[in-house]
């Protein structure tokens, strides 16, 4: 394997990203369709997620949140069980394998 290069590229493999400009009260995440959420929350929002991939394939995505109001996150576990504080912009993680819980965690805040 030379320098930089990580593994082998998965074919067909891109980035389907959805905006949300406002967010309102509540949003469901369609994580069949896109793997890249970038959400400007304009109150306090409830997220959750919905659609999957075929059994015994993982699910990843990512969201970017915006917006200096709470979000709740429905059905995810969280490292320690502890839901990580959102300070904005922020960047959030979540996997899921088959089709149990989802895992999330927050790769940074607070970016400038």
Request: charged letters at 15%; one cysteine or more; a positive charge.
């Amino acid at each position: 394997m030379s320098r930089g290069t990580f593994g082998t590229p998965v074919e067909g493999a891109a980035y389907k990203v959805r905006k949300f400009p406002a967010s309102g009260p509540s949003l469901r995440l369609d994580v069949s369709s896109f793997n890249w959420f970038d959400i400007t929350m304009d109150q306090n929002c409830t997220i959750e997620f919905a659609g999957s991939r075929p059994m015994q394939i993982a699910t990843s995505f990512v969201v970017v949140l915006r917006g200096a109001f709470t979000p709740t996150w429905t059905s995810v576990v969280w490292p320690s069980g502890s839901i990580p504080t959102h300070t904005t912009p922020s960047l959030w993680t979540f996997t899921r394998v088959d089709d149990g819980s989802w895992f999330g965690g927050q790769a940074g805040k607070a970016y400038a």
